[in-house]
């Protein structure tokens, strides 16, 4: 039977009542009159597609590179998380991961390094483990776990409370010292459900004891749905070629409409900006990689608005992309972004299938269905079916974008790789709010080893459980 810590089920009775009420959670008028308030691509001020930007050399030439494809990739098993007590637990993870090369030392098996992730997404606090060896089954019990090399604590330095969140969302990635640096850092990144023009990103130290987080940070003039969930590495040699000093990556996906019609993706470097940036200032070195849209510069800056040929192929509104890497083997290379694909009708209103029209209330008599009884009660974006699947795109299409070659919302996946078959627990449950499957992702660059989060394992006290694909 799943545990759920005490603030936890106020919290979700809490959320059960209101989140119906939650702006938010109304989408704007039907997408035809969205999209229909939108500029013509060829109108649009060039400032408009690239806020805050840092272009390199025009006369760069693109190298086209060798595809990793589904097959590339090759399970190796997976391992559980620490069992703990305390609220801040392993429990309702999948917020953020990244792998760090030097981590537990004196580990003696092949899986060398450590992987730091936030854990309980209402407490987002992040802990260091072990990679125990991963092993092939289908019953839990006979996985490895992790140990705790770093307990958890808080890496935002009070900067953050998730407690004070609604529905928050997190990004994580290590790097080694940057230009002006003289230790390694984490890089973080936070948000939530509800929020237009906010501060959100920020580093600290990888002692977790004194983070000594600086930060936060604007995200250039980016409104907070497109710019502040996921983080990851940009390999050296393709940044050094078409983004000179900038080896992050950051992005979004807001189900709806607000984040456009696909995962986000920009390259930054803070560094670039101060060492650190004073609190509170906006980075300013930023350059596009991927966006499904423009912002509604007229009615609402905060919102993308797409018409059917700046779409993500396969979008849905009820999607949710969660995590992202970037894999390098050899000469061959890929951007993913992992999470749960919305199969079949996608409506938004309730997970049984009661569809809720935007403007219903304004009708006489109002025209809005009643609301039906838990646990189908939660209003958002829903679909017949949802399935765990990683999605693939040719860094090369991203430098096109990054020079300026091609619009932001150009680049398409080239492969789709389904994860439901290695999956412990396949199936959504609205009763513990599992609305998603996959969470983050980190990448071991080194050995070639990719961990993917798979979220809320009921037959693991709806804790993560980590699954490991070794690319050959």
């Known amino acids: 039977m799943v545990k759920k810590t005490p603030v936890l089920v106020l919290f979700l ?39 805050a930007l840092q272009q390199p050399a025009p006369d760069i030439d693109i190298e086209q590179v060798d595809l990793l494809q589904p097959e590339d990739l090759i399970y190796v098993g997976a391992f559980r998380l620490p069992d703990l007590d305390e609220e801040d637990s392993w429990q309702y993870s999948g917020q953020g991961l990244t792998y760090y090369p030097a981590g537990d030392p004196g580990g003696s098996d092949e899986y060398t390094g450590s992987l730091f992730g936030f854990g309980h997404d209402q407490y987002l606090q992040v802990s260091e483990i072990s990679i125990p060896v991963p092993v092939i089954s289908t019953s839990v019990e006979e996985l490895n776990t992790a140990e705790i090399l770093q307990p958890f604590a808080d890496i935002s330095g009070g900067i953050y409370r998730a407690q004070d969140m609604v529905i928050p969302v997190a990004g994580l990635e290590y790097l080694p010292a940057q230009q002006g640096q ?41 409104t907070n749905y497109v710019s502040n969930d996921y983080i990851f590495e940009i390999p050296q040699e393709w940044a050094d070629t078409y983004t000179p000093g900038l080896r992050l990556a950051s992005g979004r996906f807001r189900e709806g409409l607000w984040g ?171 009763e513990i709010y599992k609305r998603d499957f996959l969470g983050a992702t980190a990448f071991d660059r080194e050995h070639g080893y990719l961990f993917v989060m798979e979220r809320l394992v009921r037959q693991d006290d709806a804790k993560s459980i980590i699954h490991v694909f070794e690319i050959q």
Request: glycine fraction near 8%.
């Open 182 to 222: 003289t230790s390694d850092k984490l890089y973080f990144t936070f948000g939530q459900h509800l929020q237009y023009f906010e501060t959100s990103h920020g580093w600290s130290e990888l002692d977790l004891t004194h983070p000594q987080a600086a930060g936060p940070w604007n995200f250039g003039s980016l």
């Open 13 to 51: 009775l809490w959320f059960a009542i209101f989140a119906c009420n939650f702006p938010g959670d109304e989408p704007p008028p039907d997408i035809e009159e969205a999209v229909s308030a939108a500029p013509d691509s060829a109108e649009q001020p060039e400032a408009q597609n690239e806020p």
């Open 260 to 430: 456009g019609a696909g995962p986000t993706l920009f390259a930054y470097a803070p560094w670039l900006d101060g060492n650190p940036p004073p609190a509170d200032a906006t980075l300013e070195t930023i350059t596009p990689l991927l966006l499904y849209g423009t912002p509604d510069t007229e009615f609402s800056p905060d919102t993308m608005v797409f018409d059917e040929t700046m779409q993500m192929n396969g979008y849905q509104q009820a999607d949710h992309w969660f995590g992202g890497s970037w894999l390098t083997a050899d000469s061959s290379s890929a951007v993913i972004f992992s999470g749960t694909k919305a199969v079949g009708r996608s409506w938004y209103g309730f997970s049984n299938g009661v569809v809720f029209v935007w403007g219903c209330d304004e009708q006489e008599p109002p025209t809005c269905p009643e609301v039906p009884p838990y646990p189908y009660d939660n209003r958002g974006f829903w679909a017949e079916d949802f399935e765990a699947q990683i999605i693939f795109f040719n860094p090369s299409e991203l430098a096109a974008v990054a020079l300026g070659q091609i619009e932001t919302w150009e680049p398409q996946p080239y492969a789709t790789m389904s994860l439901q078959e290695y999956l412990f627990d396949p199936e959504l449950d609205v």
